[in-house]
């Protein structure tokens, strides 16, 4: 049998096109167009307006399953106008009528890709189909999981399947161990540092390497998340023993380990010294314009946002917490914390969190896509500029045209938010 | 079909293509109005049907939202001409039944305001203005058959009538 990539066995095993079962030179190859089975459908309610109407287009009467079609109202929500609110009322109309098991409204909502592994949604070795970039980000529990667009997932919602083309690999392997105040964020910004933006364009990464199994789940989310600013389909961990922990406590359901076949073949290696790496920052306006925020020249700010589906969950706001304690937020800097979820948001002010962003002087909001994508709570003005935990810098992306953001992990995002400029950890932290 | 052609770099994204504050619709018409605000705001205005985008590296990437491809469709333009696409971007095209064609050789003698004529059939980009012409890889069959049905709504309608679609079920 050829050895095959986490990706290729996890399509294989989806894969519904007719081919003869025991002829092994029909497997599936990179390349190849295939028709997937998928196991959860995913969409909010920037994207799911579309997809309902579409899915009513197709003559569909009732999804293929009720209980693996997600919906979550988490980009506009709470709503910020009128106008946002009649998307939610689509999705909350279509989850009653299709009776659907997972709608997730405001105080159940969290961000998508925080929300779907917190309830136990995800399991390695599953095909999961978005209307949202970031659905990669379930990819750290070893499923494979992928962005696409409204109608894509509309076909998904009717008939259970998509098509797709088999993507090559790119193998990502870390090796070393992280020093302090190195997080996930940082190893993905090193990543799509090398590969740059389209460098792994319709291919999915895989992560590997001896610094893996150091990876907290949460890093691990981090990482699979930004696949996408590198244009990757997916970015895949292979299901280890932390993950299979992660998921039998929140599933009934039988989990088990996935991983690539020794000697599988990759389009490419990118090797990563993570002993390497310091605080990273990526640039205006692209996420491959990565440097050591040391050697970035005093940058001002205006804004600091910690949270997302990128850096929104528990281990995001402990860093910013731990920089935070003690310290108050630049007079010229406002500093928007916003958890990724309700049981993160639950955990935060458990651990006395909460308390200490509000004595900091900064601002502690529900669940929320929100400022990231220039939505509401924290939109820029012109010539403002935010250090961000999000995903993605491009012009305007948090509100005027002529604003910038520059990306980084929690540890700086504080750090400059104390600072009122770029700031490594150790500049305000002893 | 034959276009006066918009230039535009790498990478353009598709927050650029239709800012977020627009999502708050997914009305073809209004998105049009919007079209490639983030990034050029003379272009909802002058754009005429049958125009032409042409462009550099990664075109479309970013986010996932159909918005973007739905926004460039109902502005009246043919097709969109790159040296390469943004995955999503690109099915989200093909599945609108917007025809997006990958020509780094076309795309190298683009200067805007050019007239150019692309055959989707013969797979021919022509520019006109120089009179030059470049070949381009014509789709796969099934990416043809989802555009000649008029995009994967259509095409997977007739599916599920003809009662190919859906199957059962993995395991039952």
């Known amino acids: 049998m050829s050895a095959r990539t ?25 390349g190849d167009l295939i028709e997937v089975a998928v196991d959860l459908v995913l969409a909010n309610d920037i994207t799911a307006p579309i997809a309902i109407r579409e899915f009513c287009e197709l003559g569909g009467d009732r999804v293929f399953d009720p209980e693996a079609v997600v919906l979550i109202a988490d980009h506009f929500t709470p709503n910020k106008d009128i106008a946002s609110a009649e998307q939610a009322a689509i999705l909350r109309r279509f989850a009653r009528e299709q009776k659907l098991l ?5 105080g159940q909502a969290g961000i998508e890709h925080v929300l779907l592994h917190e309830l136990g949604l995800v399991v390695p070795g599953a095909v999961i189909v978005g209307a949202d970039s970031h659905t990669c980000t379930a990819g750290a529990l070893g499923a494979f999981a992928t962005g696409m667009g409204s109608t894509d997932v509309a076909v998904a919602m009717a008939t259970g399947e998509v098509w797709m ?52 789940l949460d890093a691990r989310f981090t990482m699979s998340n930004m696949a996408i600013e590198a244009g990757g389909k997916a970015g895949l961990f292979p299901a280890d023993e932390a993950a299979l922990a992660y998921v039998g406590e929140r599933t009934d359901r039988d989990v088990e380990a996935w991983s690539a076949d020794e ?25 491959e314009n990565v440097r050591a925020v040391r050697e970035v020249d005093a940058t001002p700010i205006d804004q600091a946002v910690i949270g997302s589906c990128t850096n929104g969950r528990l281990e995001d706001l402990r860093v910013a917490a731990e920089i935070l304690r003690g310290q108050q937020v630049h007079p010229d800097v ?34 929320t896509c929100g400022p990231c994508l220039g939505g509401h709570m924290g939109v820029l003005a012109s010539g403002e500029r935010a250090v961000s935990t999000t995903n993605r810098n491009f012009r305007g992306r948090m509100g005027s045209l002529d604003s910038e953001v520059v990306l980084a992990g929690p540890a700086v995002a504080a750090a400059s938010a ?13 | 079909m034959n276009g006066r052609i918009w230039v535009y ?67 009246g333009v043919a097709c969109v001409v790159a040296r390469s696409f943004a995955r999503i971007f690109y099915r989200n095209a093909i599945n609108i039944g917007l025809p997006i064609i990958a020509c780094p050789d076309a795309v190298e003698t683009a200067t805007a305001g050019q007239e150019w004529e692309v055959d989707l059939g013969s797979g021919r ?34 599916r599920i009538a003809s009662g190919e679609l859906p199957r059962r079920r993995l395991g039952e």
Not at chain 1, 102 to 106: E, F, I, L, M
Not at chain 1, 263 to 286: K, M, N, Q, W, Y
Not at chain 2, 131 to 149: K, W
Request: aromatic residues 6%; contains cysteine; proline residues 7%.
């Open chain 1, 263 to 287: 000697g599988a073949t990759h389009a490419r290696t990118v090797r990563i010294d993570v002993s390497a790496i310091e605080p990273l920052v990526a640039l205006p306006h692209l996420p």
């Open chain 1, 102 to 106: 997972h709608h997730y409204d405001v």
């Open chain 2, 125 to 158: 980009i022509r520019n006109r203005t120089l009179g030059m012409e470049f070949p381009f890889e014509p789709f796969p069959p099934f990416m043809s058959a989802l555009l000649d049905a008029g995009g994967l709504t259509a095409f997977t309608r007739s």
């Open chain 1, 165 to 216: 083309r088999v993507p090559e690999t790119i193998r990502v392997d870390l090796d070393g161990a992280p020093a302090r105040w190195i997080g996930g964020k940082d190893l993905i910004l090193a990543t799509i540092g090398q590969l740059g933006v389209h460098g792994a364009t319709y291919c999915a990464l895989e992560f590997g390497g001896s610094a893996i199994e150091h990876l907290s």
């Open chain 1, 6 to 30: 986490l990706a290729e066995k996890i399509l294989l095993a989806h894969c519904r096109n007719e081919r003869p079962a025991t002829d092994e030179a029909a497997t599936i190859r990179p």
């Open chain 1, 334 to 367: 406002r500093c928007i914390v916003i958890p990724g979820s309700p049981q993160v948001q639950r955990d935060a002010i458990r651990e006395g969190l909460v308390e200490v962003f509000l004595d900091a002087g900064a601002a502690f909001s529900t669940p």
């Open chain 2, 9 to 75: 770099g790498d990478h353009v994204d598709t927050d650029a293509i239709i800012p977020a504050r627009y999502l708050l619709t997914s009305e073809p018409t209004e998105l049009a109005r919007h079209c490639m605000e983030g990034l050029d705001a003379s272009f909802a205005d002058a754009v005429r049907p049958g125009d032409m985008i042409v462009a550099g590296e990664n075109f479309g990437c970013g986010s996932s939202r159909e918005h973007a491809p739905i926004a460039i469709r109902a502005a």
């Open chain 1, 418 to 430: 104390v600072a009122g400029r770029l700031a490594h950890p150790e500049e305000v932290v002893a």
